[in-house]
């Protein structure tokens, strides 16, 4: 999988396996030859004004959680979500680099820009499962009924090792509708039938992970049993 840097690196030069990230009719990016729309010029000079200030800021190699996280600052504070007056100087300096373009406007390309990325590279299959014998064996000894797994990796490798071993689980994000996905804390009967593969709940603490099915999948409390719309299973 993919290192942090090797993201990093990607989102700050556009650049993956030789081929530069463009715009595509839906709005999203993606490196494939087959996109022919335009290459995000103005939305990567924002994300390097970004790692520039917190670089100096820090005082150390940034990330691009460490740009996301400013990024998703700047953009909430134009939308009005949520106003911040400590980010009043940043946002007169940012307006000034870029005059020619809606602050508002960048910061919301830039998210979706940097999530495409890391959804793009965290995507990408494994070198090799099976690197993880300890926890499989804890999912199928029987003297667990459940087991629970809490982890700040936002990769899909925990579960692929575990849908590569068998083991029955759910992240608790199965129901969803078309705008929201719900945290549902139940145990799915299938994970708890016999033969000791017990249910394994991968909960996620970073808001980038590669599996997301939409954005607004934090914005709602745990679910209650009732559902305001129907609901479709998400897809694998």
Avoid at 148 to 173: K, M, P, S, W, Y
Avoid at 207 to 224: H, I, K, V
Wanted: with cysteine.
């Amino acid at each position: 999988m993919p290192s942090v840097g090797n993201i990093t690196d990607v989102v700050i030069n556009g650049v993956r396996d030789s081929r530069p990230y463009r715009k595509c009719t839906d709005r999203s990016y993606s490196n494939s030859p087959n996109v022919l729309g335009g290459e995000p010029v103005t939305v990567l000079n924002f994300i390097r004004e970004i790692q520039k200030r917190c670089t100096r800021y820090f005082k150390r190699k940034i990330d691009y959680e460490d740009i996301t996280y400013v990024v998703w600052q700047v953009h909430d504070e134009q939308s009005g979500n949520y106003e911040n007056p400590a980010l009043v100087p940043l946002v007169r300096q940012l307006r000034r680099c870029f005059s020619g373009t809606p602050l508002l406007e960048l910061a919301t390309e830039a998210q979706t820009y940097i999530h495409c990325v890391v959804r793009d590279m965290l995507s990408k299959a494994p070198a090799g499962l099976g690197n993880m014998p300890c926890l499989i064996d804890a999912c199928r000894n029987d003297m667990f009924d459940h087991v629970d797994v809490f982890t700040l990796n936002h990769d899909t490798l925990l579960e692929q090792e575990l849908r590569g071993a068998g083991v029955d689980f759910t992240d608790g994000f199965e129901l969803a509708t078309e705008t929201c996905t719900y945290w549902d804390t139940r145990p799915r009967p299938q994970a708890m039938q016999a033969g000791g593969a017990g249910r394994a709940t991968h909960t996620m603490s970073r808001n980038l992970a590669s599996q997301f099915g939409t954005l607004a999948r934090c914005s709602l409390p745990c679910y209650d049993g009732q559902i305001p719309e129907p609901v479709r299973e998400k897809a694998e």
